[in-house]
Structure formats: structure tokens, C-alpha cells
């Protein structure tokens, strides 16, 4: 696994408030009031309208009280609606909270400043290898969520293949020129998988030198790509995400296109076995053709120290502004998964089954992503 080079693919308070106005006394509302006063001063009603069991009927247009002249539902109701007047302010902030934040807008409110004192306090915690759960469900994957649904509307299929509990390598392509085929597939298996896993991805040593890249790749809860930390997570039941090809497929010319490149020595395979987790292939179709990498200046790769410097229709001719991606259409599939659990414990110092079963997966992902490729309409619909 050492040799293999990865990049990540990621109560109604408005019902308290006042108009600002003097309130009638309890029990009486203003529109009873003044009836209640023109009644004093008028005429009586005559004997006969006192209904049997001696109380008398309300003149016409006042409404009915019951209980000693307290006033009914409708009569509290109208009271109710005179409070909440539609130039209350606080009203009116309210219900445009309810339309931005929705209905439990208090709750998601109070959620978030018990976020931040356990952001200012301390009050959380992180692994040895940096993942803070509470920041990506909260923070990071709601900052790509939008990325994934509405720029790259990802369609994820098999995602069932992916085992509830226990631990399990997920083996993808890479592409892209830059990784975020990577972090899409994160969002993937955190929004889409019934029991909520998490992708755990294995990345190279370069992510782990640029400064705010790092912290980000360590909340977000990649390691470095070498098989000890795959081990101790996948013992511990994580779905671990590996990209045998690396800076080869990332930084490959748009020419080869969808043409998997080499999976090294099947490092990956080796780990599978030693933990007996089952191996499930990803297919990534969509990823090749958000930044069309037409050519590769070797001497800036050079200078800036980067396995690859590219060229694409867009960058950098265009500056910052040919950073973004082409809003390409997404499909993830997720393959049936290959069991190791059933090889004996020396199956993983086999030089020739770890290459056959590098083999057995590599072709899985190379004939899914022509059977996509054939269903797929169009690169952007």
C-alpha cells in the first residue's frame, strides 16, 4: 500500500408578544367591552328572553360567553389575532424564519449556538488521525452538498453493496485533475447509505503538506495512504476509500479517458486480507470531463513541485476564473463486493493471488464504467 500515491476523492413565542397596546382586562375582550356598556345603559331585555335555567342570551352581534362571562373560543381567538398584528416586527421576523430555516427553526437555531460554545470551549473531540465527526456532519459536507446536488446532480447507485456495520475497502478510479471525485464520493456514502457511514479515504503525502488543505483532509477524516493506518481503521469496522491509480489518473491526458490506469502492486489487496473486509469496487463516470486536461507543462510541475501541472481549455489562460468546473452529470455506482474473509491468514503474503484478485477487481471498475458510459446520454444531462 506504500507504494500506492492517493488524493481524497468529502411553545410559538409570537403567541407572547404584545402589540404595544393596552390589553383588555382577563376575561373581557374590547369588542365585549363596549357591548357590555351599551347593554348597561340601554333597555333590559324584556322576562321572556331569559332562557330556563336563568341566564339571560346576549343581545344581537355579541358573541356567546360561557363561564361567568368569560369569553368563548371564538371570542379568544379574535383577542389572539388582535395581539399579532401584521406591523409586529417580531412577526414578521418570524415567519421569515420559518420560510428560510423551516418549521423547527428554534431548534436548528439553538442547535447551532451549542455548536459553536463546543467550537469556543473545546468541547469535542477528534481521533489520532484528526477526523472530527461533529465539524463534517455539521459544516464540511453542507458546504459540499450543493456541489453534489445541484452542480454535479450525482446519481448514486449500489450503495447497498456497501456492508451496515463492519469494516470494508472501497476501491475507485480517479480522475479529474483535481480530486474531486474523491470528495464526491465521501458525500455519497454519508448522504445516501441507510446506516449513515462514513468514507474514510486514503490520500497521498502531498495533501498533507499544503497548509489549510491538511487540517481540512484530516476533519474530513483522510489518512495517509500506507497500509498501517488502513489496518487500524479497517479492524476497527471504517469504510476505508482507496484510489489505486493516484497522481497517474488523476493527472492523465483527457485522450485516455475513462482508460483505468496501473494499480500498482495491489497493496490495497493485501490489507483487504490481513482484516478479512470485503472489497467493493466504485465506478466514477462524470469526473473526466470537468477540467479537460489537454496538455501538462512539466516545467511548472517542476518549479512548483507538483507531479503535474495542467493544461486545460479554461486554465490557466482564464486565471482563478478557470478553476471551475464543467457542470457535468454524475454517476457513482457501487459494485457487488468480493469477500476475502474465507482465504486462509498467509493469503496475503501470495504474491499471486494479490495480483489476481488486483486483477478481479481492476476489471470490474474498467467494464462498469463502459456499461455507464453506453447508458449516458450526454456528458452534461
Known amino acids: 500500500m506504500a507504494d500506492a500515491k492517493v488524493i481524497p476523492f468529502d411553545e410559538d413565542s409570537r403567541g407572547r408578544r404584545g402589540s404595544g397596546r393596552s390589553r383588555a382586562p382577563r376575561g373581557r375582550t374590547p369588542a365585549a367591552g363596549k357591548a357590555a356598556g351599551k347593554a348597561a345603559d340601554g333597555p333590559q331585555p324584556p322576562l321572556a ?5 336563568g341566564t339571560v342570551p346576549p343581545p344581537p352581534g355579541i358573541p356567546a360567553q360561557a363561564d361567568g362571562g368569560r369569553p368563548g ?5 379574535g383577542q389572539e389575532g388582535a395581539a399579532a398584528r401584521p406591523g409586529d416586527l417580531g412577526g ?8 428560510v430555516l423551516g418549521g423547527d427553526w428554534e431548534r436548528k437555531v439553538a442547535s447551532g449556538l451549542a455548536f459553536l460554545r463546543r467550537r469556543v470551549t473545546g468541547d469535542y473531540e477528534v481521533d489520532e488521525f484528526g477526523y472530527d465527526a461533529e465539524l463534517t456532519d455539521q459544516v464540511l459536507m453542507s458546504l ?5 446536488g445541484a452542480y454535479f446532480r450525482v446519481e448514486v447507485r449500489g450503495i447497498e453493496n456497501i456492508p451496515a456495520e463492519g469494516g470494508a475497502l472501497v476501491v475507485s478510479n480517479h480522475s479529474g485533475t483535481l480530486p474531486l471525485d474523491g470528495l464526491m464520493t465521501q458525500v ?4 445516501h447509505h441507510p446506516a449513515g457511514r462514513h468514507l474514510r479515504l486514503l490520500a497521498a503525502d502531498l495533501v498533507f503538506m499544503l497548509p489549510l488543505v491538511n487540517e481540512l483532509a484530516r476533519k474530513l477524516g483522510h489518512t495517509l495512504a500506507c497500509a498501517e493506518d488502513a489496518e487500524v481503521l479497517l479492524e476497527r469496522g471504517e469504510v476505508v476509500g482507496v484510489m489505486p491509480e493516484g497522481f497517474k489518473g488523476l493527472g492523465k491526458p483527457f485522450s485516455d479517458r475513462y482508460k483505468l490506469q496501473r494499480f500498482g502492486r495491489g497493496g490495497f489487496v493485501a490489507t483487504a486480507l490481513k482484516t478479512k473486509v470485503p472489497i467493493v469496487p466504485c465506478s ?9 486536461m489537454v496538455g501538462n507543462s512539466r516545467t511548472a510541475a517542476r518549479l512548483l513541485g507538483l507531479p503535474y501541472f495542467p493544461l486545460t481549455p479554461t486554465f490557466p489562460w482564464l486565471g482563478p476564473a478557470g478553476l471551475v468546473p464543467l457542470p457535468t452529470k454524475w454517476v457513482i455506482q457501487f459494485g457487488e463486493p468480493i469477500a ?10 501470495d504474491p499471486m493471488l494479490v495480483f489476481n484478485l488486483t486483477d478481479q477487481v481492476r476489471e470490474t ?7 455507464l458510459l453506453v447508458q449516458r446520454r450526454s456528458v452534461f444531462f
Do not use: C, K, N, W
Not at 373560543?73 to 381567538?77: E, L, R, T, V
Not at 414578521?92 to 420560510?99: F, I, P, S, T
Not at 455519497?188 to 448522504?191: N, T
Open 49 to 53: 328572553a331569559v332562557s330556563a335555567d
Open 365 to 371: 471498475i474498467q467494464h462498469t464504467l463502459y456499461e
Open 188 to 191: 455519497a456514502v454519508h448522504d
Open 92 to 99: 414578521a421576523l418570524a415567519g421569515v424564519a420559518d420560510r
Open 144 to 148: 459540499l452538498r450543493p456541489m453534489f
Open 73 to 77: 373560543p371564538g371570542a379568544a381567538s
Open 340 to 349: 476475502t474473509d474465507g482465504y486462509p491468514p498467509e493469503a496475503a503474503e
Open 284 to 292: 466514477v463516470v462524470g469526473a473526466e470531463e470537468i477540467y479537460p
